[in-house]
């Protein structure tokens, strides 16, 4: 078994805690919402046999700890993160593959649009742009009820309100270091449902992105968004075994067919730019 390695990196307003596992290609996993490393414990250890992968805490969770008091989170401000990660752990020259689920999705998209230069891949794993559906408002009404549910009656009822992204269903439990949730509901689930990538800009790097969800969860509202961006960049969604944490119920399948798509997108990819003659 390919043995963990952890540190840490000082980041402008956090410190983030990162492992690293295997050698080979870069892949940057990025978990959602409460999420922190160990969700992808399991996924990353059958990962680690073809690539070198880097897992961490976004910041505010678990080990990354923030240098000030909690304040409302930024999709940018992660996927500088994230970069600042990549930049940390891969060569210069060095391209990764990045797998973003949920808001870490978001994460991947913005940082694909940021720093195209650093990402050979990036699959957004059901990411939730939900202000580009058309009964958006709708939605966004529903979670704005659940983080004030939270605030004036407790997590229990909160909780059962988000079921409407899951089809109902409750969300399933994941593996966590420390219970994030407080964190989540009152500063992350707002600004990050409301967060949409640029269009022009996520359509100069549309080659780059593959669009992505989970068989299970395909009727869910959680997987519209990514397609509905799928049809706009005329591209299928590509589903990967289980629901919208697919990778923390079937780790071995999940990374068996992270690595199909990866390598598919990859040949599909370079073939575009030799026909092209280059491109970005």
């Known amino acids: 078994m390919n043995p963990v390695n952890s540190g840490t990196l000082a980041v402008p307003g956090a410190t983030l805690y990162f492992e690293t596992r295997g050698e080979g290609p870069l892949l940057l996993l990025i978990g959602g919402g ?14 680690a046999r ?15 700890v923030l240098d000030g008091p909690p304040v409302d989170q930024k999709v940018e401000e992660h996927a500088d993160d994230a970069y600042r ?19 870490g999705g978001l994460i991947a998209l913005e940082l694909t649009i940021r720093r195209p230069e650093r990402i050979r891949l990036a699959v957004a794993h059901e990411p939730p742009v939900l202000s580009i559906l058309p009964d958006a408002e709708r939605h966004l009404t529903l979670l704005d009820d659940v983080c004030e549910t939270y605030l004036r009656e407790g997590m229990a009822p909160a909780l059962t309100k988000l079921r409407a992204l ?19 509901l009152t500063r992350f689930v707002r600004p990050f449902t409301r967060f949409v990538p640029d ?3 996520l ?12 068989h299970a ?24 075994p289980g629901g919208h944490v697919g990778y923390a119920r079937y780790p071995a399948d999940f990374a068996e067919r992270l690595v199909e798509v990866l390598t598919l997108a990859a040949g599909a990819a370079d073939a575009t730019r030799e026909t092209t003659g280059g491109g970005r």
């Open 199 to 201: 269009p022009a800009a």
């Open 166 to 184: 899951h089809g109902g269903r409750p969300a399933p439990a994941l593996p966590d270091v420390h219970d994030n949730t407080d964190f989540f």
């Open 34 to 47: 409460n999420s922190d490393a160990a969700v992808f414990k399991r996924v990353a250890a059958v990962l």
């Open 85 to 103: 990660l990549i930049d940390h752990l891969a060569g210069p020259d060095e391209p990764a593959h990045v797998f973003g689920s949920c808001s």
């Open 217 to 240: 969860s395909r009727e869910d509202l959680v997987h519209r968004p990514a397609r509905v961006l799928a049809d706009r960049f005329g591209r299928d969604v590509e589903l990967f």
């Open 50 to 64: 073809s690539h070198r992968v880097v897992t961490y805490d976004p910041r505010g969770n678990s080990r990354s």
């Open 203 to 214: 359509e100069e790097v549309a080659g780059k992105v593959v669009w992505a969800g989970g």
